[in-house]
């Protein structure tokens, strides 16, 4: 007899139930893969996870001849009449990736759980029978619990993350899926992954929400502002070359055309660099990183290019990180070890600074505890209209001062991030 699944408004005859199906499996391990993909029983109950989610109304089926599904059709009742069903689905409805990140979380939980109890190597050589898991049907509802406290946990995280880069459209692009999931599973594991993302998200109570961006009145640019008087005939109003040829003439002669200004925003990049070395580690690279997100969500606030570099007595990676999904991965897994050279990590970024951005106004950020001799770059920072902002944590660095257009010793906490937010807001 074939199984039927334990939802009314989408069944698993649905060519989207499939579908869901597969996905789920596509971000399996191999070796849950296998399982998954041989037992219908856990494919319901993970798909079925899906659309309980996903769904603004879904129904569950009265009974389910399965005695396994039944089980999972029982718990799901309750479950659905729960304040916390509720309050994660106002996460969930309707958004495709947190529903399957749920569903994958469950899978993994389960499965995992499976494997365990019925003795399944990891390497999954041996494949648990079918008659062996029907005989876990009386335990279904208590492993489910544990599947569903996992998955809310992992999907909450999910949505953390995933706002960090940039909300539902950053979910789009190539890669970044995967990031926020494996990313959110760490968090249940990792602390300091726990604190940098809430205190980032802390500090960005203080990134205001509309902030002021710089533009510079002109010939070019994206906005119109209004309109200017021209010499030059190719940048007149249609309007313009269609006058009479002796108001033409006059106009040629005296004031000239009229012609369309335009704003161009006069804002450049923001490029922080934090310092990985290993005196950095714990309670330091915690807040710095967190600050170091908080700008990132202050640069989209105010339509400036984000690089972000990490440094000990070299900079890391090769390229400076601007990527969404990638900044938020490397200001939460990037390891602290290292000395320190703070003039090397200064100078690479007025490098890259001066091959796009040396036209607008930019501000470097540093954060370090590294107390060596820092060389005199003010003339290049000034080539590149760049504004110094260094942040010294538990420490004192003269040379680093004397170059700085702000030098401010860090105060570890919500209160000292939004300083620093500010500094950088009206840089």
Known sequence: MKLANNLINVTNKDFIYSLISQRISSFLPPDMQKIYDKFEHIKIISTDSYFIHYSLYPFLKSRNEDSVLEEARKFCREYMDSERYQTLKTLTTLDDELSLIYSISLTKYVIGKLMGLLEVPNSAKGIPSASSLSSIGGIIGELLEGAVEEAENVTKNAEEIRELMGGKRA???????????????QMMFVEELKHIVR??????????NATKIAKLRGKFGDELSGYMLTRFIERALPRELALPDEIFTLKFASEGFLSKEKLRVNEGAYYVLIDKSGSMVGEKTIWARSVAMAIYRLSRAKRRKYFLRFFDTKVYPNKPISEPKDIVDAILKVQSNGGTDITNAISTAIKDLEEKFSEYTNTIVIITDGEDVVDDLSKDLKKVRANLISVMIQGNNETLKKIS???VKAELSEKGGEKILKLAESS
């Open 171 to 185: 979910g789009k692009e190539a890669g970044t899926f995967k990031k926020v999931l494996n990313l959110a599973k």
């Open 405 to 407: 257009n702000c030098y």
């Open 199 to 208: 205190m980032s998200r802390k500090m960005m109570d203080f990134t205001p």
